[in-house]
Nanobody, 115 residues
Framework: QVQLVESGGGLVQAGGSLTLSCAASGRIFDNDPVTWYRQAPGKERELVAQ???????NYADSVKSRFTISRDGGKKTVYLQMNSLKPEDTAVYYC?????????WGQGTQVTVSS
């Protein structure tokens, strides 16, 4: 049984930083592609950042130069370092991991940025 657990969310002031973690367990590959999404109230879920199996990273324009995605393959964990946070970054953040033919989602972690 594959499980993803996100952590690291919380309340932070604008300009602050948070690091989210997406820890995986079960039968998966160390370098599976992983994507972070977020969903704000009343809005559709949107892609924030993704890391490919080869280690390449892609970002939404709204977070480029502020967010960094990285992985610790040995721990099967992917991180999202978020700097210079803005109130518009407030959302529930989810990670999705594709392993083999399956896609797995975490339960989400709330990030709230106060102005």
């Amino acid at each position: 049984q594959v499980q993803l657990v996100e952590s690291g969310g919380g309340l932070v002031q604008a300009g602050g930083s948070l690091t989210l973690s997406c820890a995986a367990s079960g039968r998966i590959f160390d370098n599976d592609p992983v994507t972070w999404y977020r969903q704000a109230p009343g809005k559709e879920r949107e892609l924030v950042a993704q890391i490919t199996s080869g280690g390449s990273a892609n970002y939404a324009d709204s977070v480029k130069s502020r967010f960094t995605i990285s992985r610790d393959g040995g721990k099967k964990t992917v991180y999202l370092q978020m700097n210079s946070l803005k109130p518009e970054d407030t959302a529930v953040y989810y990670c999705k991991r594709i392993s083999g033919w399956a896609a797995y989602w975490g339960q989400g972690t709330q990030v709230t940025v106060s102005s």
